[in-house]
């Protein structure tokens, strides 16, 4: 199965839901957070990072619960992210 590239957008919203999590966990330990949330803390470190940009649904449900957030609250933030700009020399 090949996977097709993700776009500019695709990765922001997984820079911006990384930050949000981020942000979310506060001073609670990666370790903690992740145990939680039944995934390893490698997993939410590249979650937070933006380097899974796309992390499965029930990953997110789960540090969702875990960190207090709503499903409905992390989709409208995400959502309102939009195309980063482009370079000038990028064509359309």
């Given at each position: 199965?090949?996977?097709?590239?993700?776009t500019?957008?695709?990765?922001?919203?997984?820079?911006?839901?990384?930050?949000?999590?981020?942000?979310?966990?506060?001073?609670?330990?990666?370790?903690?957070?992740?145990?939680?949330?039944?995934?390893?803390?490698?997993?939410?470190?590249?979650?937070?990072?933006?380097?899974?940009?796309?992390?499965?649904?029930?990953?997110?449900?789960?540090?969702a619960?875990?960190?207090?957030?709503?499903?409905?609250?992390?989709?409208?933030?995400?959502?309102?992210?939009?195309a980063?700009?482009?370079?000038?020399?990028?064509?359309?």
């Amino acid at each position: 199965m090949v996977r097709t590239p993700l776009t500019p957008l695709e990765r922001e919203r997984g820079r911006f839901l990384g930050a949000l999590l981020r942000k979310a966990r506060g001073e609670r330990s990666m370790t903690e957070v992740a145990a939680g949330a039944g995934i390893s803390a490698e997993t939410l470190r590249k979650i937070e990072t933006g380097r899974a940009p796309t992390p499965a649904f029930f990953t997110i449900a789960a540090l969702a619960a875990t960190l207090g957030l709503t499903l409905g609250e992390i989709a409208e933030r995400c959502a309102a992210v939009t195309a980063p700009e482009r370079d000038e020399g990028e064509a359309a």
